[in-house]
């Protein structure tokens, strides 16, 4: 034997046969479950090779049952500690630290039980720089402590210039996964993993623990991470520790866990995070409490006619399903060509899942449910993203999500474009991107990450194709900004990045592929819509409030925008004051710089291709002429990507009232809430305004239209349903889509170039006929009126033409007689004329 290794082991047994060391602590091992005489005997053996045999070097603390646990081994080896939990009902117990010490002197009594309390008794009472969790079961190789100690150690590299507060070898709960806390790396539910901590945060974070069971895993590390320290993560092979050659019987089964106190850990976990959710519903339900309280009458003011065609939207979704039919494909309207379903905005990932909702209750509930669930999603996913990377006030971040969701832009479009509602995966996929730039500073996998965003990615291609083009424009820009303020951190996270990227399209594209390529060359594809020339928004309208804010003047925000649905700023300019006032206070945060750039690049972006100065005659070119020809961007509306600035101005509200709130002086944090309520008073949402719904002719609703249109016959509405008036959507839709109709309010394609336009083609007989209907004079009818009339009937292979009783039905009535040749028939309140084959 060696001189050093005969004074290694003579120090060993001092230290065995003397007192408890009282001095530092290389590693503390906490195992909180009673550990078997051969199995403490294996650790023990591991402990003295991996970190040396003298005093200090190590400390296993088992935490157990005081009824079932073993003493001798904790009364003969110095470091070994016994901590017993007990009811706390021991009336010598001390009442202010909730312990006692055993008669025997073998260990420390604690009150509480669970795995939540054990571990929280184990880890404050350790003295350990390095505190490892491990199971009593060592069902993890003790040989992989060494690689997580080589990501816990401050000399190792690191992609940021803090070292990881805990490294997990990765195992999950998927109890914890299940209920509710996504992206939060959790033990498994029934055994301690083997996670390695640094001391110190270790008993802060177990510290301010205060559930007692499973859920005690998610509750620290939500914790730590709100701390904003850094979490790594190790993939760890499986099997058992035993050292070689050692046989050892197998250990007794670990008692099943507690279901129901782990679904209580968790609900009380979450219960802050289920408030903020509840809140938000309840904001959501005021916004379309109109709607909601007379669904079968009701119809948003401001919806111009996309409830119309959103409701058509979810009917032939269900319509198609049911009926075992090509969900991308339709003839229900624009005959005879149909629509390109995956070309406009059926949101097939909702209305899909929700088809049984429809069938029971109606698509107008369908169509209220996507709005109230999905802002209230929206709202409380932008929430967990605030919360988990920005702020530690719960509070602050509702407040920030709330606005991200709730903000002008969104309410406007909350009254007929659910697309640019339900935003609530836009958050997840922002996080999972950030979650690849971090993870060779965390030990993520790239793979996973990638497959996920992926997976995100694919999901909200069925929701909203141009949210998420918005949302990918407006990370590009913060990518951009990043790399302005700390190019070392952004060029560290770039290669990850692009990875995880490369393994998302690899995901996603396979999934999508014969989607969008029905959508880009399948029948009734478009290469780009028409959308005038003045979607960009004004500068005015960058300060000004929307209708529906509480400050709002309609007519003002009317003249400043396309219309009521399309108000894609408006944030007044108190809100957009205080942005800037708190990116002037929080400058020398990279992520507020980051965002003040992102937000100013976003607007800029919004005033489109050519900017008017108000009041003058002067226009300058915009920074959008460098994307209007791109693909894809060429199709948006570029007004909508000052949509980017709602979840910009949310964090940075986050951010300014997280820290107001810790400000020490009273009238300081009083100072700050009254400019954070000033800014955010005028542009509080109303309630969006509803009318009474256009009725369905008694016609179809009896269906008497079915003598009069037969199969593969389309109905001829008078006037033919376009954006301007698309009542007769909903007469599809009451008919549960028995017939098909001529015209209709959907995205298509116009002319040899196959330009998108809103609507069917036009023909010269619905250019007419909608003329008169809103006061033009009937042309005089002649043969070459006659001729022509016919061909578009047989081009749209009508079968009757329905003229409803309204404004002007006498004038449309003997233009259509003159034309037709014949007098119609009246039918309870509409007049026919029958056009199919073999009619004259």
């Known amino acids: 034997m060696t001189g050093e290794s005969a004074v290694g082991a003579d120090q060993g047994k001092r230290a065995s046969a003397g007192t408890r060391w009282l001095g530092a602590v290389g590693l503390s091992v906490v195992v909180p479950a009673p550990v078997p005489e051969h199995t403490l005997t294996v650790l023990r053996e591991h402990l003295d090779a991996h970190c040396g045999t003298g005093p200090g070097a190590w400390e296993l603390i088992l935490v157990t049952d005081a009824a079932t646990a073993s003493t001798a081994a904790a009364a003969e080896e110095p470091r070994i500690r016994l901590i017993r939990l007990d009811d706390g009902t021991d009336a010598d117990a001390n009442t202010d630290t909730g312990t006692d010490t055993d008669a025997d002197g073998s260990g420390v009594r604690v009150r509480g039980r669970g795995k939540g309390a054990a571990l929280r008794a184990g880890v404050l009472a350790s003295a350990g720089d390095r505190v490892l969790l491990t199971d009593a079961a060592l069902s993890t190789p003790f040989d992989a402590l060494a690689r997580l100690e080589e990501v816990l150690d401050p000399g190792t590299p690191q992609a940021d210039d803090a070292p990881p507060a805990v490294v997990l070898g990765r195992s999950r709960s998927r109890l914890v996964r299940t209920l509710g806390i996504p992206g939060i790396p959790g033990f498994r539910a029934d055994t301690c993993a083997f996670a390695l901590f640094d001391g110190d945060r270790a008993r802060a974070a177990f510290g301010a623990s205060t559930l007692d069971g499973p859920a005690i895993d998610a509750e620290v590390l939500r914790w730590v991470r709100r701390q904003g320290w850094h979490v790594a ?130 698509e107008t509930v369908t169509f209220a449910l996507v709005l109230t669930l999905g802002m209230a999603a929206s709202a409380w996913t932008w929430y967990w993203l605030i919360r988990r990377r920005f702020v530690r006030s719960r509070w602050a971040a509702a407040a920030g999500g709330a606005l991200a969701a709730f903000a002008p832009p969104m309410v406007s479009h909350a009254n007929g474009h659910p697309n640019f509602v339900v935003l609530f995966m836009i958050p997840l996929i922002v996080d999972r991107a950030l979650r690849l730039c971090e993870a060779p500073r965390e030990g993520r996998s790239v793979t996973r990450d990638g497959v996920l965003l992926g997976l995100f990615a694919t999901y909200q291609i069925f929701i909203g194709e141009e949210p998420l083009l918005i949302a990918a424009l407006g990370m590009l820009v913060f990518c951009a900004a990043y790399l302005l303020v700390d190019r070392r951190r952004a060029l560290a996270a770039a290669r990850p990045l692009g990875s995880g990227l490369l393994v998302a399209l690899a995901v996603c594209l396979p999934l999508v592929a014969v989607p969008l390529y029905w959508q880009f060359f399948g029948p009734q594809s478009y290469h780009s819509v028409l959308h005038g020339d003045n979607a960009g928004n004004s500068p005015r309208a960058l300060i000004e409030y929307a209708s529906r804010s509480l400050f709002g003047d309609p007519e003002t925000a009317g003249k400043l925008s396309l219309n009521t649905t399309e108000q894609n700023a408006f944030y007044g300019w108190p809100l957009l004051a205080f942005g800037v006032a708190v990116c002037v206070w929080l400058w020398r945060s990279r ?250």
């Open 233 to 362: 993560e190790v993939e760890l092979p499986a099997g058992r520790a035993d050292a070689p050659h050692t046989p050892t019987p197998a250990p007794a089964p670990a008692p099943r866990p507690d279901r129901r106190q782990a679904l209580g850990d968790l609900f009380r976990l979450n219960a802050g995070g289920l408030a903020v959710a509840g809140v938000f519903l309840l904001l959501s339900l005021y916004v379309f409490q109109g709607l909601w309280t007379d669904l079968d009458g009701a119809y948003l003011a401001d919806a111009l006619q996309d409830q119309n065609q959103w409701e058509w939207f979810v009917g032939v979704t269900t319509d198609n399903i049911t009926h075992l039919r090509n969900p991308l494909f339709t003839l229900s309207q624009g005959m005879p060509d149909g629509v390109n379903l995956m070309a406009n905005a059926t949101m097939l990932g909702l209305n899909v899942p929700l088809i049984p909702v429809t069938l029971l209750f109606g």
């Open 591 to 840: 992520a507020v710089r980051a965002l003040a750039l992102t937000g100013f690049g976003a607007l800029l972006l919004s005033l489109g291709p050519w900017v008017p100065v108000p009041r003058t005659e002067i226009v300058l070119p915009g920074p959008w002429r460098l994307m209007i020809k791109l693909p894809l961007f060429e199709s948006v509306i570029e007004g909508r990507v000052a949509m980017v600035c709602a979840p910009v101005l949310g964090i940075l509200l986050a951010l300014a009232l997280d820290r107001i709130l810790r400000l020490r002086t009273r009238e300081l944090r009083t100072l700050g809430l009254l400019g954070a309520a000033a800014a955010l008073i005028p542009v509080l949402p109303l309630p969006l305004t509803v009318r009474d719904r256009a009725p369905v002719p008694a016609f179809i609703t009896s269906g008497d239209w079915k003598g009069y249109v037969k199969d593969g016959e389309a109905l001829v509405p008078v006037p033919l349903p376009d954006p301007g008036q698309a009542d007769a959507l909903h007469w599809q839709v009451e008919a549960d889509f028995g017939f098909r109709l001529a015209g209709g309010y959907f995205n298509g394609p116009w002319g040899p170039d196959r330009i998108g336009i809103y609507g069917a083609t036009p023909r010269h007989l619905s250019n007419m006929l909608r003329d008169v209907r809103y006061g033009a004079q009937p042309p005089e009818v002649d043969a070459g009126w006659r001729l022509q009339a016919r061909q578009d009937l047989q081009y749209w292979k009508a079968g009757a033409v329905v003229l409803p009783f309204q404004d002007r039905d006498t004038e449309l009535r003997d233009l259509l007689t003159g034309l037709l040749g014949r007098e119609p028939e009246q039918v309870r309140d509409v007049w026919v004329w029958r056009v199919g084959p073999g009619e004259p």
